[in-house]
């Protein structure tokens, strides 16, 4: 074992959305609810939804090869594989597993983890841990889910809410006081009937009984968790920040949880942070769990909104109940994961940019200014691989 810690920081992120769009109009044909209640309190316009031959595996592995690609880091070179998802293929083999086998990563470890949509800080953070110690060189930490598959379409308290995506970074070691900084984990399983798929498991096995009772499918109080977020997020990112003895101002991005723009709002309000440093792309992809922060992060640094050097602090929260957080410096440096120098906080350049993605930007007042330019928008990488 080295006799310090090293530093271990993202040298490559990537990103996939399925194709199939689901609008809030599309919406308002199938439950009672109309696209002014959805923005309104949630801040969603779309989502993304899961072709039905794809599972998250898929939406996982597309975001792998491109965050590898990304970091000139191949298949085989990696030592662990580690997936975030609510929504594995199956219950085993986990869904990190195959993600590893349709890489070719052959020296590489995989497993999942269960973390609600806290579920990539979770991963980054155990991802992060392999590297200080000295114990992998190379780490692939991936979120992806594939929540549409457990929607009860009847049900407008959920079904307007959640979209299909997959994230992905490649941690290695990186100079000191670069990468993660600091991290924070939470749970309070004494919340966990707030948030459940009830079914399916060792307590409630599948039977046409669940079945017919639609206990496969989320069930979710959300005025309690819409309570608990906004108390947990701004607290967490606190406590990140405090970690590391670095200042609410020094942060350059915000990246939280895609969940409700009224609770991004308030954990931005909690730090006091203006909103044009907070990255917000729910309106796009709705909640897509355990990738929504990995995929907002990727849209971040395509749109130049992270620099070199920048304090990048990224919070969720979950079922479980979990919460967490995680500081990362940005490298110092033009390289892996940083677009060139004249696309950063360069106006013109985001205008021209091919995603034309939101963060700081996709403010509320934006969005009335300009309803048009966000339907528009593309999301940044191609079609799914192997489906
Ligand atoms: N369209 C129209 N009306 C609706 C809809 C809808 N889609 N959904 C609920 N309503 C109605 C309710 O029935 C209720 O009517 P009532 O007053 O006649 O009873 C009214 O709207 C208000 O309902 P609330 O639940 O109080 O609405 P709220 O403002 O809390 O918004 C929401 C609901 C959007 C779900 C919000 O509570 C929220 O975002 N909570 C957090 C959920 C979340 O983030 N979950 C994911 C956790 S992450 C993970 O691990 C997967």
């Known amino acids: 074992m080295p006799e310090t810690l090293r530093y271990a920081g993202i040298v490559g992120v990537g990103a996939y959305a399925p194709q199939r769009v689901l609008t809030n109009e599309d919406l308002e044909r199938m439950v009672e609810t109309s696209n002014e209640w959805i923005l309104e309190r949630t801040g969603i316009r779309e989502r993304r939804i899961a072709a039905p031959e794809q599972a998250s595996s898929d939406l996982a592995l597309a ?14 070179e990696l030592d662990l594989v580690i997936v975030a998802t609510n929504s594995p293929d199956m219950f085993f083999p986990a869904t990190a597993c195959l993600v590893q086998d349709a890489l070719g990563a052959r020296r590489a470890g995989a497993f999942d983890v269960s973390a609600g949509c806290t579920g990539f800080i979770y991963a980054l953070s155990i991802g992060s841990q392999f590297i200080m110690t000295g114990a992998a060189e190379k780490v692939l930490v991936a979120g992806a889910d594939s929540l549409s598959k457990m929607v009860n379409w009847e049900d407008r308290g959920t079904c ?6 997959a994230g992905a970074v490649v941690l290695e070691p990186v100079p000191e006081g670069y990468g993660v900084l600091s991290f ?3 749970a309070d399983g004494s919340g ?22 639609k206990l496969h499918t989320i069930h979710m109080q959300g005025r309690e968790i819409f309570k608990f977020a906004v108390r947990v997020m701004g607290e967490v990112a606190l406590e990140v920040l405090r970690k590391a003895g670095v200042g609410p101002e020094r942060v350059g991005c915000l ?11 308030a954990a931005a309000k909690r730090l006091g942070l203006g909103m044009d440093r907070v990255f917000v792309n729910l309106d796009r992809y709705g909640n897509t769990s355990a990738a929504s922060i990995p995929v907002a992060l990727k849209e971040a640094l395509d749109g130049g909104y992270i620099r070199p050097g920048d304090y990048v602090v990224m919070v969720a929260f979950g079922t479980g109940l979990t919460w967490g957080g995680a500081l990362v410096r940005w490298l110092p440096e033009e390289r892996r994961g940083i677009l060139p120098t004249d696309r950063r906080r360069n106006p013109e350049s985001f205008s021209k940019a091919k995603f034309p993605v939101g963060g700081r930007g996709i403010l509320p007042t934006d969005r009335r200014r300009n309803p048009e330019s966000f339907s528009k928008a593309k999301f940044p990488v191609g079609e799914v691989c192997g489906c």
Request: hydrophobic share 45%; with cysteine; charged share 20%.
């Open 63 to 76: 975001a792998a090869r491109e965050a590898l690609a990304q970091a000139g880091v191949a298949p085989e």
């Open 192 to 213: 966990g009937p707030l948030l459940t798929l009830p079914a399916g498991g060792s307590r409630l096995p599948a039977s046409h009984e669940t079945v017919d009772r």
């Open 255 to 265: 990246i939280p949880h895609q969940a409700n723009l009224r609770i991004i709002e």
């Open 160 to 165: 307007i809410l959640f979209g299909d995506a």
């Open 184 to 186: 924070c984990l939470r």
